[in-house]
């Protein structure tokens, strides 16, 4: 297929809601690029006003909606993770009790609302826990919080530039996810507000472990 077969193909998809067959189209033209296939926004007003109403970026999470189930609201991965944000059954109840859920059953996470609120409040916790690091919280959300923790050093280290600290996470799997989720939210923020975002001011620095400011090692 060509690029304009493609781009017609992937407009169908989009059209039916079959996101993440409009975003894999999308993303394989070679000339002709639709911003709008690629980087959808579904349930734009849920997302947008969640995430506003609790502090949070609403690229940041459309970036990491978007790399964690291509907008299938009833994604499930082999080890249990469930829904549009992709959470642990564990972690939800957790999240649940911190959020004020009340009645919250694990099954509720197939439900687009409660995973988004769900999602949406883990992300949060786990940003204010990093000083607001959007590159460690990326990194948390995917290999849990205490990697991230290990990996920024101890008191001393120095502070580095996030891209090259995301380049030596360890983790193949975390590093290319981290790379995925702040690439996404630098377009969706553009998308958004209509002007040029910078990436490597998203990013901002990262320092090592705050011996004075303890770890919330309660987070899961």
């Known amino acids: 297929m060509n690029d304009r077969e493609l781009l017609a193909a992937a407009d169908l998809a989009c059209q039916k809601a079959v996101w993440d067959r409009c975003i894999n189209t999308s993303e394989r033209t070679r000339n002709l690029i639709d911003l709008g296939q690629r980087f959808p926004m579904p349930h734009r007003q849920t997302?947008?006003?969640?995430?506003?109403?609790?502090?949070l970026d609403p690229a940041y999470v459309y970036g990491l909606i978007r790399q964690e189930s291509r907008?299938?609201?009833?994604?499930?991965?082999?080890v249990g993770a469930s829904g549009l944000m992709q959470v642990m059954p564990a972690t939800a109840r957790w999240t649940a009790k911190k959020i004020g859920l009340t009645h919250f059953n694990p099954h509720q996470l197939a439900e687009?609302?409660?995973?988004?609120a769900i999602g949406t409040g883990?992300?949060?916790l786990i940003l204010d826990n990093f000083a607001g690091s959007m590159p460690l919280a990326a990194a948390a959300?995917?290999?849990g919080p205490n990697r991230p923790r290990n990996w920024r050093g101890q008191t001393g280290s120095p502070v580095m530039?996030?891209?090259?600290w995301i380049e030596n996470i360890p983790f193949h799997e975390t590093r290319d996810y981290v790379q995925k989720v702040l690439a996404n939210s630098t377009i969706y923020a553009a998308?958004?507000?209509g002007q040029t975002q910078s990436l490597k001011a998203r990013l901002g620095m990262i320092g090592p472990r705050d011996s004075v400011a303890p770890d919330n090692t309660e987070l899961p």
């Open 122 to 124: 883990y992300l949060k």
């Open 47 to 55: 997302v947008i006003e969640r995430s506003q109403a609790i502090g």
């Open 71 to 78: 907008f299938i609201t009833d994604a499930r991965s082999g």
């Open 161 to 164: 530039e996030a891209a090259i």
């Open 112 to 116: 687009r609302d409660t995973n988004i």
């Open 191 to 193: 998308m958004l507000s």
């Open 141 to 143: 959300y995917n290999a």
